[in-house]
């Protein structure tokens, strides 16, 4: 008489659900993959055009940059060990698609600034390039002194190099040996990050070595240390511009590369799908004539 009555649960069906894609999305796709290859081979020829000319500037730039080294060669100058006050400078540029050429960097700035800090030094550190700034900020934002941008745009110039430094002078922070940490360059395919010496004029004074230049004074070596510094500078930016292009130009070719496999597979697909369509439409046709 009395019967119990069933209520129909529908539970849902968690899953993906995966289906063939149709020659429309692989047409799109494959669209967007020849768009992007003729994007990236552009890009390589337009850095290997830079490249070409960062090279050729190269050379007469690292004159620069081992002049003004070479005072602190042959005087054998050395930190004191009970000094504090470091100063890291680092190169890197506002522009990307070029490989591991800023992380590189910023990886060499965070052992150095562990390795510094953990032995009870103050270290501040100058950024060069917004790419190198957005690596750093967030973690070791507190050791930020200066950061410059609008760096990469252009081939860098000496009175970059010279602004740069007239920041740093200007910024009151008063470093007793520092750093510069840059990508020099080696090859097409290959650089290395390498890193220079800087001193500042009390530590060039106070040095044993010095006793033997004679005619040096407190405003000729204060000159020497300012124009020094520019040199250094000036040399990483150059070192620095020409790895960025090289560097730059290997990843464009392998993007061009990769983006020619992905043409091929997709091109495949695309026939594999064409035929099943034809195929399948051919089937259906036949098997209604021979319902007739």
Same mark, same amino acid.
């Given at each position: 008489?009395?019967?119990?009555?069933?209520?129909?649960?529908?539970?849902?069906?968690?899953?993906?659900?995966?289906?063939?894609?149709?020659?429309?999305? @692989?047409?799109?796709?494959?669209?967007?993959?020849?768009?992007?290859?003729?994007?990236?081979?552009?890009?390589?020829?337009?850095?290997?055009?830079?490249?070409?000319?960062?090279?050729?500037?190269?050379?007469?730039?690292?004159?620069?940059?081992?002049?003004?080294?070479?005072?602190?060669?042959?005087?054998? @100058?050395?930190?004191?060990?009970?000094?504090?006050?470091?100063?890291?400078?680092?190169?890197?540029?506002?522009?990307?698609?070029?490989?591991?050429?800023?992380?590189?960097?910023?990886?060499? &700035?965070?052992?150095?600034?562990?390795?510094?800090?953990?032995?009870?030094?103050?270290?501040?550190?100058?950024?060069?390039?917004?790419?190198?700034?957005?690596?750093?900020?967030?973690?070791?934002?507190?050791?930020?002194?200066?950061?410059?941008?609008?760096?990469?745009?252009?081939?860098?110039?000496?009175?970059?190099?010279?602004?740069?430094?007239?920041?740093?002078?200007?910024?009151?922070?008063?470093?007793?040996?520092?750093?510069?940490?840059?990508?020099?360059?080696?090859?097409?395919?290959?650089?290395?990050?390498?890193?220079?010496?800087?001193?500042?004029?009390?530590?060039?004074?106070?040095?044993?070595?010095?006793?033997?230049?004679?005619?040096?004074?407190?405003?000729?070596?204060?000159?020497?240390?300012?124009?020094?510094?520019?040199?250094?500078?000036?040399?990483?930016?150059?070192?620095?511009?020409?790895?960025?292009?090289?560097?730059?130009?290997?990843?464009?070719?392998?993007?061009?590369?990769?983006?020619?496999?992905?043409?091929?597979?997709?091109?495949?697909?695309?026939?594999?799908?064409?035929?099943?369509? &034809?195929?399948?439409?051919?089937?259906? @046709?036949?098997?209604?004539?021979?319902?007739?």
């Amino acid at each position: 008489m009395f019967a119990r009555a069933s209520a129909v649960v529908f539970l849902p069906q968690c899953g993906q659900v995966r289906s063939m894609a149709t020659l429309k999305d @692989i047409t799109i796709r494959l669209k967007a993959v020849k768009n992007i290859q003729k994007i990236t081979k552009s890009m390589k020829m337009v850095a290997a055009a830079k490249y070409a000319r960062a090279e050729k500037a190269l050379k007469p730039a690292r004159v620069y940059g081992t002049g003004a080294l070479s005072l602190y060669e042959k005087a054998d @100058i050395k930190a004191p060990e009970d000094k504090n006050k470091h100063l890291l400078i680092g190169v890197s540029s506002d522009r990307g698609l070029c490989g591991a050429i800023h992380s590189s960097v910023a990886k060499a &700035i965070k052992s150095e600034i562990a390795k510094l800090a953990g032995a009870g030094k103050e270290v501040m550190v100058v950024n060069i390039g917004d790419k190198l700034r957005g690596l750093l900020y967030r973690t070791h934002g507190s050791h930020i002194l200066i950061n410059c941008k609008e760096v990469g745009r252009k081939p860098p110039t000496f009175t970059d190099a010279s602004v740069i430094a007239t920041e740093l002078l200007d910024s009151g922070y008063e470093f007793d040996q520092g750093t510069i940490i840059y990508n020099r360059f080696r090859s097409v395919i290959s650089y290395k990050t390498d890193e220079k010496p800087l001193y500042s004029m009390d530590t060039v004074a106070n040095s044993e070595n010095m006793g033997i230049y004679d005619d040096i004074d407190a405003d000729v070596l204060r000159n020497y240390q300012e124009f020094a510094l520019v040199n250094i500078i000036y040399y990483g930016l150059k070192e620095s511009a020409t790895s960025e292009q090289s560097a730059r130009m290997t990843a464009m070719d392998s993007a061009s590369k990769n983006a020619s496999e992905m043409i091929d597979k997709l091109t495949l697909t695309f026939n594999r799908t064409r035929q099943a369509v &034809i195929t399948k439409e051919l089937i259906e @046709i036949i098997s209604g004539a021979a319902a007739l």
